[in-house]
C-alpha cells in the first residue's frame, strides 16, 4: 500500500511526550485500518476512507467514511481497532492517564484533523468519547494489546469482514455466485417439486367430487361469503366499466355516493402496487425514502384519504440523511381539523408491507385508515429495489446483515421519520411475524430499548419469539446441519435465491400467485382455508422480496434461531423454562449448564428479563393452529412475571388461526383488526388532540401501573387473558 500521498495533519504541541516515531507508526497503522474498512481502495480516485466506528449500541457500529457517508457496520475487534488507533493518533490520552496514572494533556473538544487521503482532504469534526463504548486504550505501547469486549451473544455471532473492493474479493464473490446460482436453483428446485408431489393426493381429491357432481370448496368454513364477495367484485368490476362510458357529471354524482369514491377499477390485473389497490378502495399512498443509520435507503408507504390530505412532492418525500430534521411536512387540506393518530405497521419474513393491502377493504392497512388511524407501512432493507448510499448489489457489504441489523437499524429509522412527519411524539406499532421479532429484538435492555419511548403500545399478530414444531422439518433440518461455509457456498454472500424475484418479472401473475402459494405452504405448513380465495393470487405479488442469505442463515443455520429454538434466550434458558413451567421432559437428564439456567430462575425474579423500564405495553393475538412460531409459550413467558417491565394491555389466543390468519383470515376485522383498533386507542397519549377512530368512542384511557407495582402488572395481564376468555365465548 502507498502511503506517500497519505498524511495526517496533527498539532504536535498535544503530543509533547510522543517521539515523531511514534506518531509515524500511529499514522501508517490508522492508515491501514482505515483502508481495510473503507469503501474503496486508496488506489481509487474516490476511496472514501473510513473515519471512525460510530457506536449506535455497544454491540452495533456504523462505519463513517471521509466524506460523511455511512457503511454498515464491521466485526467489533475492528471497530474497536480503528477507534484505538484514531485516539492514539488524535493524543486523546484520556484513558492512558488512568492506565499510566500520569499526568497528559487533552486535546481541546472538537479538535480538527485531516483525515488519510491521497486527494482533496477532508476536515472532520472529531468529539471526544461519543463512539458509545470508549477504547480500551489509546497508548501506542499498549495499542496491540488492546481488545473489544470479549462477551459475544450467542444469538447473534459476529458477521463476516469484506473489505473493500479487490481482484482476490473480487474472484471470491464471483465464486461464491456461481456456486449458489447452482445449488440454490437445485434446493429450489426440490422445493418446487416437493410442493407439487404433496398436491398430487388434493388435485385426484377434486377430480374425484367433480366427477361425482359434487363441490369440494362447500366444506370451507366461509364458502357461503367468500361466493357473495367474488359477486360482489365482480359488479363492482362491471358498475366501474359502465361509469367509465357516462359523461363526467354523472360520474361525479356515481362517486359522491360512495365516502371514499374509487380512483381505479374494473377486473384486478393482479399487480405489485400498493398504490393501485389502495386507489380501488378510494384512498391513495404515498413513497417516501428513509436512510438508516448505516446506509440503507428503505421504502415507507403512506396511506392516506385523497380527500382530506394533499400528497407531498417528491422532494420532501426522499431521504434526508440518517439525522432527519425535526419539523413535520404534513399537509392537511383541513388544517383545523383534528388530526389522526399515526401507526405503522411492519410486515413479516420474505413479505413487504404489501401483505397488509392485498384484501380490498378487509386489508388492515386500509381497514385502519377508514377507522381513523393515520397509517404507515414500513418495509426493511432491500426489498423490491436494494438500495444503499454507497454500496451497491454486487457488493456482499450491501447484504451483511441479519434481524439484529433490522431491528436495531431500519425499525427505529422508520419509526423516527413518522414521528417526524405527523408531528406526534409517539407512535403506535403493529407488527406481524417477523415484524414482531425485529421489535422484540429492538426493544430489548441490551440493544435500543429508548425505541419504546417513542411508541404507545406495541401490538404482535403471530408473534414470532419462540419456534414452532415447523423447524423440525427435514428441509429446515439440513440447513441447520451443514456448516456456515457450506451454507454460504450454498447460497451465496449476496441475497438469497435471487431468482425467485427474477421469475417475479418474467412468470404471468396468477401463475406466479398460484406457484407463490403452493410452494409457501409447502415450506411453512399452512393452508387457504379461512382466506378469500379470489384474492390469493393478488396476495403472493408481494412477496418474496430480497432478503439477505446472512439474514436466513440467522433464521435456519446452525448458530442462531434454529439452536437456541428462541430470539432472545440461549438454548439452556428456553429449558429451564420449560421445566420449571412443568412443559419439558422433566425424566430427561438435565445438563450443568441447564441446572444453572434453572437456579436463575427460580431465585431471582427478572434476572432473565429481556426489557427494562422503557418497554412500551404490549398486545399480542396468537395463532393457535400456528406451526412456524409458539406464540403460547411467549404469553406464558409473561404470565409467569419474566418480564416484570412489561405490561400486557391485551392477549388473545385464537385456536382455529394459523400462521397468515391474523391478517389475511375472512373473519380477521372481527377475530383481530377491531382489537387492534381498540388497544391503539386506549393506549394512545395524544386523545385530546386526535379524532376518535370509529367504533372506539366508549373504548377508556388506559392507565399504566405505578412505577415498580408488579402486582398492577400482573393484575392487568391476567384481567387483559379474562377479558379475552370472554369474548371468545361471547
Given at each position: ?464 419469539a419462540y419456534a414452532g414444531p415447523l423447524i423440525g422439518k427435514m428441509y429446515f433440518k439440513f440447513m441447520r446441519i451443514i456448516s456456515p461455509g457450506m451454507f454460504r457456498l450454498m447460497f451465496g454472500i449476496h441475497a438469497f435465491i435471487p431468482f425467485m424475484m427474477q421469475m417475479h418479472q418474467l412468470l404471468p401473475?396468477r401463475m406466479y400467485g398460484w406457484l407463490g402459494y403452493k410452494v409457501f405452504s409447502f415450506l411453512f405448513d399452512w393452508t387457504d382455508e379461512r382466506w378469500d380465495r379470489g384474492l390469493r393470487d393478488r396476495m403472493f405479488q408481494f412477496a418474496p422480496v430480497y432478503v439477505s442469505a446472512e439474514s436466513m442463515r440467522w433464521w435456519l443455520g446452525r448458530e442462531c434461531f434454529a439452536k437456541h429454538k428462541c430470539i432472545l434466550a440461549t438454548r439452556d434458558d428456553t429449558k429451564a423454562e420449560e421445566y420449571i413451567d ?149
Open positions: 500500500m502507498a502511503l506517500s500521498s497519505q498524511t495526517v495533519i496533527i498539532d504536535e504541541k498535544s503530543h509533547p511526550q510522543e517521539s515523531e516515531t511514534d506518531l509515524a507508526k500511529d499514522a501508517v497503522l490508522f492508515a491501514r485500518q482505515a483502508e481495510k474498512l473503507s469503501y474503496k481502495s486508496s488506489a481509487d480516485n474516490d476511496p472514501q476512507l473510513a473515519v471512525k466506528a460510530q457506536f449506535v449500541t455497544p454491540q452495533d457500529c456504523v462505519i463513517i467514511t471521509s466524506d460523511g457517508q455511512r457503511l454498515p457496520g464491521v466485526p467489533l475487534q475492528e471497530a474497536h481497532h480503528l477507534n484505538n488507533i484514531r485516539e492514539a493518533v488524535q493524543g486523546d490520552a484520556a484513558l492512558a492517564q488512568n492506565n499510566s496514572g500520569t499526568q497528559a494533556q487533552h486535546n481541546p473538544p472538537g479538535e480538527v484533523f485531516q483525515l488519510p487521503n491521497s486527494h482533496t482532504p477532508t476536515p472532520v469534526q472529531v468529539s471526544p468519547h461519543k463512539n458509545g463504548t470508549p477504547p480500551r486504550s489509546s497508548t501506542a505501547e499498549t495499542l496491540q494489546k488492546t481488545t473489544p469486549p470479549s462477551h459475544t451473544n450467542p444469538l447473534f455471532p459476529p458477521l463476516p469482514l469484506y473489505g473493500p473492493p479487490s481482484l482476490l474479493r473480487k474472484i471470491q464473490c464471483l465464486v461464491f455466485r456461481v456456486s449458489a446460482f447452482f445449488l440454490s436453483l437445485a434446493f429450489l428446485g426440490v422445493i418446487v417439486l416437493g410442493a407439487l408431489f404433496t398436491s398430487i393426493p388434493l388435485v385426484w381429491k377434486k377430480l374425484f367430487y367433480r366427477l361425482t357432481f359434487r363441490d369440494i370448496d362447500k366444506s370451507r368454513p366461509f364458502f357461503e361469503e367468500e361466493k357473495a364477495r367474488a359477486e360482489a367484485r365482480e359488479e363492482k368490476a362491471k358498475a366501474w366499466e359502465r361509469m367509465k362510458s357516462l359523461v363526467p357529471p354523472t360520474l361525479e354524482r356515481e362517486e359522491s355516493r360512495d365516502e371514499f369514491p374509487p380512483t381505479e377499477g374494473g377486473h384486478d390485473p393482479i399487480v405489485c402496487d400498493v398504490g393501485y389497490y389502495a386507489r380501488r378502495v378510494g384512498l391513495d399512498v404515498e413513497a417516501f425514502e428513509v436512510q438508516t443509520e448505516d446506509g440503507f435507503l428503505i421504502d415507507l408507504w403512506h396511506v392516506y384519504d385523497p380527500k382530506e390530505y394533499t400528497k407531498l412532492d417528491e422532494s420532501a418525500r426522499s431521504q434526508k440523511g440518517p439525522n432527519i430534521p425535526p419539523s413535520s411536512t404534513k399537509k392537511l387540506k383541513n388544517p383545523d381539523a383534528n388530526r389522526k393518530f399515526p401507526v405503522l405497521l411492519m410486515h413479516g419474513l420474505l413479505q413487504s408491507s404489501g401483505a397488509f393491502c392485498c384484501n380490498d377493504d378487509e386489508s388492515l392497512a386500509f381497514w385502519l385508515c377508514k377507522s381513523g388511524y393515520d397509517v404507515w407501512l414500513g418495509n426493511n432493507r432491500c426489498g423490491f429495489k436494494p438500495k444503499h448510499v454507497l454500496l451497491d448489489y454486487e457488493d456482499p457489504r450491501m447484504w451483511c446483515w441479519n434481524i439484529r441489523q433490522m431491528g436495531v437499524f431500519d425499525l427505529p429509522a422508520l419509526s423516527s421519520r413518522v414521528i417526524i412527519e405527523t408531528g406526534f411524539k409517539k407512535i403506535g406499532l403493529v407488527c406481524h411475524s417477523q415484524g414482531t421479532t425485529q421489535a422484540f429484538v429492538a426493544l430489548a435492555k441490551e440493544q435500543r430499548p429508548e425505541l419504546g419511548e417513542m411508541l404507545t403500545v406495541f401490538c404482535a399478530l403471530a408473534p414470532a401473475p412443568g412443559a419439558g421432559h422433566k425424566d430427561r437428564p438435565v445438563t450443568p449448564r441447564t441446572k444453572q439456567a434453572i437456579d436463575v430462575h427460580k431465585h431471582a425474579r427478572g434476572a432473565t428479563a429481556w426489557y427494562n423500564t422503557q418497554a412500551p405495553p404490549f398486545a399480542m393475538w396468537v395463532a393457535g393452529t400456528d406451526n412456524l412460531v409458539d406464540g403460547e409459550k411467549l404469553l406464558r413467558r409473561f404470565a409467569k412475571g419474566r418480564e416484570p417491565y412489561v405490561n400486557v394491555v391485551h392477549s388473545k389466543v385464537i385456536p382455529e388461526y394459523e400462521h397468515l390468519d391474523v391478517i389475511w383470515a375472512m373473519d380477521a376485522v372481527e377475530q383481530v383488526f377491531k382489537e387492534v383498533r381498540e388497544v391503539l386507542w386506549k393506549t394512545c397519549d395524544a386523545r385530546d388532540l386526535c379524532r376518535i377512530p370509529e367504533g372506539c368512542e366508549h373504548i377508556e384511557a388506559w392507565t399504566p401501573p405505578r412505577a415498580g407495582s408488579t402486582e398492577v402488572n400482573e393484575d392487568v395481564q391476567s384481567s387483559s387473558s379474562g377479558s379475552e376468555n370472554e369474548t371468545r365465548k361471547g
